[in-house]
């Protein structure tokens, strides 16, 4: 076994342990760590402000009201990116959109994102927020006198999250933000695909059902194969899902297993597919990772 797949494995593994932590102890996140997975990505439709799209003038007169309502071609008029749905989580009437984008780099999302300001109050903003993610399943939920951040799951194929920070007492180096601005907003909207990415073994390997995509990333090897690492959470107790992928697994070759109270690990090849399956308990329901080199 090359030295990249073992990479693979063990960033499989530090994924997995990362999303047990984060859903056991989402308060205890860091604000930094928050913001830089919204805010650290690439591209941008460029500045401008977020105005109000066709056919919701009532809506842009009302003080706090979103940007615009509707689908991604209201996001368009109201300089967001094209695949944004405001429906999901306004942008905040009056903002000033600083950068907007999508990133389709993870196999299992479509995420699209925002980063904007405003010279409205803190307080303010963040209360409208507070609302908007109270519609929405909250998965997690911080915030202190000068940062709020959440995030919540729309649907069964919709997620998203939302950082709001007061300027002015957060240190902010954006030459594109000028003084007057009061409150940033970085808000990512993340669109689950509907299939499993092409190239999957499905056949081997399938994916529980009932289960939601977390996390999915797809590497190319040396030897010109490709290494699958898909993450999934599901409401299963943990040692019914470990008994499915056991199952799954018993006619593997070179068929390995650990397994302690809360984590499970089966690894063997079948069809020459070298397959590795990360089992973790969480408070409510179960997290696994399944790692692919086809």
Not at 57 to 69: E, F, L, R
Not at 122 to 144: F, L, T
């Amino acid at each position: 076994m090359g030295m990249k797949i073992v990479i693979r494995k063990l960033t499989a593994v530090l994924l997995v342990l990362l999303l047990v932590l984060s859903i056991a102890a989402c308060s205890n996140s860091s604000k930094d760590k928050a913001t830089d997975e919204i805010a650290e990505t690439s591209g941008s439709d460029g500045p401008g402000e977020a105005g109000d799209p066709a056919g919701t003038d009532d809506a842009a007169d009302t003080a706090g009201s979103p940007a615009g309502t509707g689908d991604a071609s209201d996001a368009a008029k109201a300089g967001l990116s094209k695949g944004y749905h405001t429906d999901a989580v306004p942008v905040y009437k009056g903002s000033t959109v600083v950068e907007s984008g999508e990133d389709n780099s993870n196999p299992l999302f479509s995420m699209y994102y925002v980063v904007c300001w405003t010279d409205k109050p803190y307080e303010d903003v963040v209360q409208y927020y507070k609302d908007i993610m109270s519609r929405h399943q909250i998965i997690g939920e911080q915030s202190d006198s000068a940062y709020y951040y959440a995030t919540a799951s729309i649907s069964d194929v919709e997620d998203v999250d939302v950082c709001v920070i007061d300027l002015s007492q957060e240190s902010y180096s954006d030459e594109e933000v000028p003084e007057a601005a009061k409150t940033s907003m970085n808000i990512m909207y993340k669109k689950k695909s509907s299939e499993l990415p092409e190239g999957y073994r499905s056949d081997l390997v399938p994916v529980m059902e009932g289960s939601k995509p977390k996390d999915g990333s797809i590497y190319d090897e040396s030897d010109g194969r490709k290494s699958y690492s898909l993450t999934f959470t599901t409401t299963q107790d943990y040692q019914d899902v470990v008994e499915y992928y056991r199952e799954i697994m018993l006619s593997a070759d070179s068929l390995q297993e650990t397994e302690s109270h809360f984590t499970c690990t089966i690894t063997g090849i079948m069809d020459n597919v070298e397959i590795d399956i990360y089992i973790n308990k969480l408070p409510e329901g179960t997290a696994y990772t399944i790692v692919m080199v086809v």
